[in-house]
Nanobody
Framework: QVQLIESGGGLVQAGGSLRLSCAAS????????MGWFRQGPGKEREFVAT????????DYADSVKGRFTISRDNAKNTVYLQMNSLRLEDTAVYYC??????????????????WGQGTQVTVSS
């Protein structure tokens, strides 16, 4: 099992930026596909972004494409989510997740084996 700890959430005005980080335990981080998901008030958890093992491939939900950037530093066992031009509808708890066995990027949360506790992002007007 991989332990994941998110940080970087907070309160930000619409149009502002935040960078989330997710630190992973263990020595095999570079072999995991990583993803970010979010769950807004009264909503189901939804896909945000995912990144390949090397970081060379990424995929984004249409709602965040062009505004959010996922990246990773395998030497630091950390995946990031840079969020720009934040909107009120981006308010949610953001979770990072690790897919230990998949070989391809996936938007499906069932493909992810380990989850962090989440970090709250609140966008105000």
């Amino acid at each position: 099992q991989v332990q994941l700890i998110e940080s970087g959430g907070g309160l930000v005005q619409a149009g502002g930026s935040l960078r989330l980080s997710c630190a992973a335990s263990g020595r095999a981080f570079g072999s995991y596909i990583m993803g970010w998901f979010r769950q807004g008030p009264g909503k189901e958890r939804e896909f945000v972004a995912t990144i390949s093992r090397s970081g060379s491939s990424t995929d984004y939900a249409d709602s965040v494409k062009g505004r959010f950037t996922i990246s990773r530093d395998n030497a630091k066992n950390t995946v990031y989510l840079q969020m720009n031009s934040l909107r009120l509808e981006d308010t949610a708890v953001y979770y990072c997740a690790a897919s230990r066995y998949s070989s391809r990027l996936s938007r499906d949360r069932v493909r992810y084996d380990d989850w962090g506790q989440g970090t709250q992002v609140t966008v105000s007007s």
